[in-house]
């Protein structure tokens, strides 16, 4: 009986292992140096340089991705349908909450700084110098701004 209990639990793990092994798994490990930098989303202000890390924003999923925002760069209020997971990695960046740009109301996070977002909470943000973060969340990624007027897809129409 003992035997067979054995027996029965190695066939299970040798299955689970087989299962496992059939499901293609990625991994992805990537150098600074590696890292490739083109145009920003259209949702976001010329200048903006943005990397995909990992996934695809356009797609259901998790996915990563860097922006790099120029100094001076300012973001409009604006919210996300999904939560918003932020990463400072370089420079100075200040994040505020409301609908309103108001730079006083901001707080300046450094490199290293992490900040965690609801979905749908309007936030807007400021670059005090060239600055890097990096964006977790689930696509599809959708930035809508408060006011449609300060939207840079409107301006470029």
Do not use: C
Not at 54 to 77: I, Q, T
Not at 104 to 124: I, K, Q, W
């Amino acid at each position: 009986m003992r035997l067979l209990a054995i027996l029965s639990g190695a066939l299970i793990l040798a299955q689970a292992g087989s299962a496992a092994n059939s499901q293609p798994q990625m991994a992805k490990m990537l150098d600074p140096a590696a890292i490739k930098w083109g145009p920003g989303p259209e949702a976001l202000p010329a200048g903006v340089q943005s990397a995909l890390l990992y996934g695809d924003p356009h797609k259901a999923g998790l996915f990563v991705m860097r922006l790099k925002f120029p100094k001076g760069l300012r973001v409009a209020p604006h919210i996300h349908p999904q939560p918003e997971i932020v990463t400072v990695i370089s420079g100075r960046f200040r994040v505020g909450m409301g609908r309103i740009a108001d730079l006083s109301r901001t707080r300046r996070l450094r490199a290293g700084s992490f900040s965690a977002l609801g979905p749908n909470m309007p936030h807007f943000a400021f670059a005090e110098e060239e600055s890097v973060i990096q964006i977790s969340t689930t696509g599809p990624w959708s930035l809508k701004y408060v006011n449609p007027a300060d939207d840079p897809r409107n301006k470029r129409r």
